[in-house]
């Protein structure tokens, strides 16, 4: 067993999943609350972008609607934002249109892979947690990086297995191991994972979390696929928590240089 | 952008040639080439069971980047007031039509009209005409709709960077400018009166767009006036030079077919259905992240058709005249001859184009529920249209 603790806590709340959901691409909202569900997951990001900041209860807006603040802790994310400033922004509207003071801090500039800018997402981190927001960034696996958003007091980093949406899994794998070695806060790998595999994967490595998002939205069946997620994070959780055993390059290998020692019994 | 004809022009001999096996090899590919590109356009790649293995991987490619939902926009005419001669287009100077600028309380009235429909995304369209469709005015309707809508975009005449910061600054974030046609010969002979003559200046309007802190880049080719694998080849190369150097936009390709228009245009070439769903495919494989983006100028049926081979923005119940939701700006119709009105009379406003698909926007979300797409209205917002960074 290791000294981690056996549930996730992010900011001082604990969380008995380790599977954090994703709201966009599902084909309904009503699919998505139900995948949700199946999940087991009681983090949940939703996309600013597309909920109703206006205040005027816009049906046409209502993403919100699907995610029961009662079971789930919204975790409103900053995608669109493309640089510090605007993610600051969109953080503070966010606040007040939902209530929630946890943020995932997503800042891609390049529409095109979505990838995190570290630059924008540093500075942005340090003002957002000075306005007391729980911050949880999207980043590269960079393990710099990581430490100094920690140093600056993000409730977790989130580095990215692969670009999102992308389905190539654990591409980070030996950043990721380093980040997991060395960050005093929670690890959740973030974007890419698109087969249970990946996310059982990123759990074995010693992350403490995942976020999937396409890979259950866009399955044949979401809610099964939900199901699928859940069992792999709890099995790669398990699986570190036990010790997985070492790659040997032979079978049972016997000891003829130390076989002497032995000898004396 | 310098257009590189030798190279489209190459391309474009290949797309014809291409045989099965270069399609294999194209469809194999993680990301592919503009050769590739060319090899999914040509005939080869139309055969039954081609075209058939081209849709399911453009269909899988799309679930994947932009998941199951289509997002939708209208478009709102302000102007159909015009000082070029475009031969193909109902708004053409020549054309003695109804027309009429609309005041921007009027615009508002309509904007009204097209939120109360579910619309967040709007996109404001308008012939070119310096006097009537100044820069200031545009730059009005702009801040007069930014309160109530998260996505404002134009579809006006290419200005300058210097005018584009304007209506930036006022809260327009994305730009949609056609070239029409990239095949220069036939673009000469299309437009024969007014700025648009100029073909490169129209050309470098998405980078000038860029420059001045558009976020959203809209490029396409009305199909119809020249070879479409031409067309195709030529869009493909504007996309991957602005995906370069304007990294941080949305990209979106439009792909408007030409419909009867007043002037009774013929088109030039007629692109096929079947045609229309290769290009559709050939571009999603080509472009996995791009935007595509597919009007009502089509059918029922091709649109509920081509939506999951790659489409990912949708416009819905559309007017293409001004006015044309409300009946805004009737008392004011008028001719314009020699840049002078004539005062006129009728029921509304001459149309750009006529649509063929008239379903109300909640049909066809309804139509695509059934499908399996959720209709996302907003996608957007304006906070995120704050910053004026120049590039």
């Given at each position: 067993m290791t000294d981690r603790a056996p549930k996730l806590r992010i900011a001082g709340r604990d969380f008995s999943s380790r599977l954090i959901m994703g709201t966009g691409k599902f084909s309904s909202g009503a699919v998505m609350a139900a995948a949700l569900e199946a999940s087991g997951a009681e983090l949940v990001t939703v996309a600013l972008r597309r909920a109703d900041l206006s205040g005027r209860q816009d049906r046409f807006a209502n993403i919100l609607e699907f995610v029961d603040p009662k079971k789930y802790v919204l975790l409103p994310n900053t995608s669109g934002a493309r640089n510090a400033a605007e993610a600051v922004r969109l953080a503070r509207l966010g606040r007040e249109a939902t209530g929630s003071a946890w943020l995932k801090l997503e800042i891609h500039p390049d529409p095109r892979y979505l990838l995190p800018d570290p630059i924008e997402t540093l500075a942005a981190a340090e003002q957002l947690v000075k306005e007391g927001f729980t911050v949880l960034p999207y980043i590269h696996a960079d393990p710099v990086l990581a430490k100094r958003l920690e140093d600056v007091g993000c409730a977790t980093v989130m580095p990215l297995g692969s670009p999102i949406g992308s389905a190539r899994g654990v591409e980070t794998r030996a950043s990721i191991a380093i980040i997991v070695e060395q960050t005093t806060v929670?690890?959740?790998?973030?974007?890419?994972?698109?087969?249970?595999?990946?996310?059982?994967?990123?759990?074995?490595?010693?992350?403490?979390?995942?976020?999937?998002?396409?890979?259950?939205?866009?399955?044949?069946?979401?809610?099964?696929?939900?199901?699928a997620f859940r069992a792999a994070v709890v099995a790669g959780r398990t699986a570190f928590e036990v010790g997985l055993a070492v790659p040997r390059r032979q079978a049972s290998a016997t000891s003829p240089l130390t076989g002497f020692l032995d000898e004396a019994r | 952008m310098k257009l590189d004809e030798f190279a489209i022009a190459e391309l474009t001999g290949f797309a014809a040639q291409a045989t099965a096996a270069d399609v294999d090899r194209a469809l194999a590919r993680e990301r592919r080439s503009l050769a590739d590109f060319a090899a999914l356009l040509s005939p080869a790649a139309s055969a039954p069971e081609y075209l058939e293995a081209l849709a399911q991987a453009a269909h899988a490619l799309t679930v994947k980047h932009f998941g199951r939902v289509m997002r939708f926009f209208a478009p709102l005419y302000l102007s159909n007031e015009c000082i070029n001669i475009c031969k193909y287009c109902g708004f053409s100077r020549d054309n003695p039509i109804l027309r009429v600028t609309l005041t921007v309380e009027q615009v508002a009235e309509e904007a009204r009209y097209l939120w109360a429909q579910g619309f967040r995304h709007i996109l404001l369209v308008a012939?070119?005409?310096?006097?009537?469709?100044?820069?200031?005015?545009?730059?009005?309707?702009?801040?007069?709709?930014?309160?109530?809508?998260?996505?404002?975009?134009?579809?006006?005449?290419?200005?300058?960077?210097?005018?584009?910061?304007?209506?930036?600054?006022?809260?327009?974030?994305?730009?949609?400018?056609?070239?029409?046609?990239?095949?220069?010969?036939?673009?000469?002979?299309?437009?024969?009166?007014?700025?648009?003559?100029?073909?490169?200046?129209?050309?470098?309007?998405?980078?000038?767009?860029?420059?001045?802190?558009?976020?959203?880049?809209?490029?396409?080719?009305?199909?119809?006036?020249?070879?479409?694998?031409?067309?195709?080849?030529?869009?493909?190369?504007?996309?991957?030079?602005?995906?370069?150097?304007?990294?941080?936009?949305?990209?979106?390709?439009?792909?408007?077919r030409l419909r009867p228009a007043a002037g009774e245009f013929e088109p030039l070439i007629h692109l096929t259905d079947r045609e229309m769903a290769q290009y559709v495919c050939a571009l999603r494989l080509m472009f996995p992240e791009v935007g595509l983006v597919l009007s009502t100028r089509e059918s029922p049926k091709l649109r509920d058709g081509l939506a999951p081979l790659g489409i990912t923005l949708m416009s819905a119940g559309s007017h293409t005249e001004p006015g044309g939701y409300t009946g805004q700006g009737k008392e004011d119709l008028h001719i314009t001859r020699g840049g002078r009105r004539i005062d006129s009379e009728g029921e509304h406003a001459d149309v750009q184009f006529a649509i063929a698909d008239g379903r109300a926007p909640e049909v066809v979300a309804a139509r695509l529920a059934e499908m399996g797409y959720e209709a996302v209205w907003k996608d957007w917002d304006g906070v995120l249209n704050e910053d004026h960074r120049e590039r």
């Open positions: 929670p690890v959740v790998v973030d974007a890419g994972l698109g087969a249970p595999s990946h996310a059982a994967e990123a759990m074995e490595l010693g992350a403490d979390a995942v976020l999937v998002n396409t890979a259950i939205a866009v399955a044949r069946d979401p809610v099964r696929m939900a199901e | 012939g070119e005409h310096p006097h009537f469709v100044s820069r200031n005015y545009l730059r009005e309707c702009v801040a007069r709709l930014r309160p109530d809508w998260p996505s404002i975009s134009l579809e006006v005449g290419p200005m300058e960077t210097e005018e584009y910061r304007l209506i930036v600054e006022a809260g327009a974030e994305g730009l949609v400018v056609y070239q029409e046609t990239y095949d220069r010969a036939v673009y000469a002979a299309m437009h024969t009166g007014g700025p648009k003559r100029d073909f490169d200046w129209r050309l470098d309007t998405a980078e000038r767009g860029y420059a001045a802190g558009f976020k959203r880049l809209g490029i396409g080719a009305l199909l119809g006036l020249a070879e479409w694998r031409w067309e195709a080849v030529a869009v493909a190369m504007h996309a991957e030079y602005l995906l370069k150097r304007c990294w941080q936009a949305q990209l979106t390709i439009s792909l408007p």
